[in-house]
């Protein structure tokens, strides 16, 4: 992509973008995402699944015990289409839910070792196609990259993902 002019004012610097600019940004993201779920749909072509049940696994994964509620918020999925993967999930022997202790009526979402180990495959593929680009990019891209992405989500969705962060550490 051609260099961005940047001028000073007010101690601030502003990037000023060409609509060119910016139209191969949007084609670059778009080949990028191509390639970035590349490798878990080839593994998820093969057992009838597709990136709605890669999507549920991960954050699964990422919050175990979660309610499909949560799960319904983070996906921003109906709930028609998410109990249709979570019931293949389930069936399938990769997703357990269990009822809530305090709320019978919450269902709470847990990988089964099958689960773990599936979306271990899929977590690894991409893991390694993220460590590979960024370590050709150099730590300051890296960094560039991330606040672009928080600058991109809409204000829910980046508390959202400031939220599953959070329980991480």
């Known amino acids: 992509m051609a260099e961005a002019g940047v001028q000073a004012q007010g101690g601030e610097a502003l990037l000023y973008l060409t609509d060119e600019q910016l139209r191969q940004g949007i084609e670059a993201m778009f080949f990028a995402y191509r390639g970035f779920t590349a490798d878990p749909d080839r593994i998820l072509q093969g057992l009838s ?12 994964h990422c919050a175990p015990g979660t309610t499909v509620n949560n ?16 019931r293949t999930l389930v069936e399938d022997g990769l997703v357990e839910s269990r009822v809530g202790r305090a709320d ?4 709470h979402l847990f990988l089964t070792p099958a689960g773990d180990q599936l979306e271990r495959q899929l977590s690894d593929a991409q893991r390694a196609r993220m460590r590979a ?15 672009v992405l928080e600058a991109m989500m809409d204000p829910d969705m980046h508390r959202q993902y400031l939220r599953l962060r959070e329980n991480r550490t």
């Open 71 to 86: 799960l319904l918020n983070i996906l921003g999925v109906t709930k028609q289409s998410l109990n249709r993967v979570l």
């Open 133 to 147: 680009a960024f370590r050709q990019a150099g730590p300051e891209a890296v960094a560039g990259f991330r606040r």
């Open 104 to 107: 019978k009526r919450e269902r």
């Open 49 to 60: 699944y597709g990136r709605a049940h890669h999507r549920a696994l991960h954050f699964i």
